[in-house]
């Protein structure tokens, strides 16, 4: 059985056990049938057959390296401490393997400068934050100069996912060669169950009466998601009509700006934190909303807009980035601005609108199934790339 190692800038676990990156966790769970895998990464220790795991400290990292200004300096250095912290653990444990899989730019430059010539090297992005108008910039060539250098050290092939964010074009811009892009899109799980116990609790604990609206948004709580317009969409609302109600489904480090937005707002018992939930519950609580706000920068064509999709939701989110080559008009609100009166104002529309709202939960259901592949294909695909270049 083929060694593979994984180097990942990125915890396996995003949040919490159980409630990590779903691409992630599904495409270890097939390597690691197909490899004898070794995982380097921050984050709680993950297990997985034929597995070891090896914990890089990132807890200074993550405290600093999101400060405005004092974080872009810090992650200068960072990049040394983490190839240092890599290659001393790869020197302990004696790691020699046939493939490595690079996650995140970091990673791409650590594991290049060890691994040149000696394995297969595959860079591995869950899309990129970019602006394609303001790429060649002096403004961001300085404030990018040293991702864009870790993203320019190259390997054999890169996998990008398609998540509406252009990473291909990223890339292409960078440098990387074409023929070597994998432009791919994330799996989708068809078959779910919705827990109606927890449902009812969830009603009954929240004192959520019958006949509510029920607005979703899930993501990290980082500050690039936007959750605040969700939050600032509610509180109009609820001048408007009676119980309205904004579940917010994740965790991250925006959480108490966004509590504190809601208790400015007045609005605090509306709106619903639930923190990190697990893949097995996530399907509840799109069953229990009506609705489901998207209002990402860059783009909004990530895992939960397909999953809103496949649940019939009636989606409103920004037109941003790729997002309308997934989803079109005729299945979702989609917004050319992110003004919050154009947000309030197209909402209304499709709220007081029962025709279109069915028509847009329906189409939304029909266009998913038909643009993607089950989780198991998309993987396969992945682990066949992998063997063709390992030749």
């Known amino acids: 059985m083929k060694k593979m190692l994984v180097i990942s800038q990125l915890p396996i676990w995003d949040i919490q056990k159980n409630s990590g990156k779903e691409v992630m966790n599904r495409t270890f769970h097939a390597f690691s049938a197909v490899y004898d895998l070794e995982i380097i990464a921050p984050g709680a220790e993950v297990s997985f057959r034929n597995s070891k795991f090896y914990k890089v400290n990132n807890r200074i990292q993550k405290r600093l390296g999101t400060i405005k200004y004092l974080g872009h300096l810090y992650n200068y250095l960072y990049v040394i401490i983490f190839y240092l912290k890599v290659k001393r653990i790869i020197k ?22 060890i691994f040149k010539n000696s394995a297969v090297i595959v860079n591995r992005y869950y899309g990129v934050a970019w602006n394609e108008d303001k790429f060649n910039t002096i403004r961001e060539r300085l404030k990018f100069l040293i991702k864009n250098y870790c993203y320019k050290h190259f390997g054999d092939f890169a996998i990008m996912t398609n998540d509406g964010t252009k990473g291909d074009k990223f890339l292409e811009k960078i440098g990387y060669s074409k023929e070597k892009i994998f432009f791919l899109k994330n799996g989708i799980e068809t078959s779910f169950e919705v827990d109606h116990q927890l449902k009812t609790s969830f009603l009954e604990k929240h004192k959520i009466p019958e006949n509510s609206l029920l607005f979703l948004t899930v993501s990290r709580l980082a500050s690039w998601k936007r959750v605040e317009k969700a939050i600032l969409l509610i509180a109009e609302l609820n001048k408007i009509y009676e119980n309205v109600y904004l579940i917010i489904v994740g965790d991250g480090e925006e959480r108490h700006n966004l509590e504190n937005l809601a208790k400015k707002t007045g609005i605090d018992e509306n709106v619903i934190f639930t923190g990190a939930v697990s893949r097995e519950k996530l399907p509840t609580y799109y069953d229990l909303a009506e609705f489901f706000l998207s209002f990402y920068e860059f783009s909004n064509a990530g895992n939960p807009l397909f999953e809103a999709m496949l649940h019939g939701k009636c989606i409103i989110t920004l037109n941003n980035g790729d997002t309308g080559k997934f989803i079109d008009d005729q299945s979702a609100v989609l917004l050319d601005e992110e003004n919050q009166e154009t947000i309030l104002e197209r909402t209304l529309e499709i709220m007081n609108n029962s025709t279109r709202k069915k028509k847009i939960s329906q189409d939304a259901k029909k266009t998913l199934r038909k643009n993607f592949q089950s989780w198991n294909e998309r993987i396969n695909y992945e682990i066949d790339l992998i063997e063709k270049f390992s030749k």
Do not use: A, E, M
């Open 92 to 113: 302990k444990n004696n790691i020699k393997p046939d493939v490595v899989y690079l996650i995140g730019y970091w990673s791409s430059f650590v594991g290049y400068k």
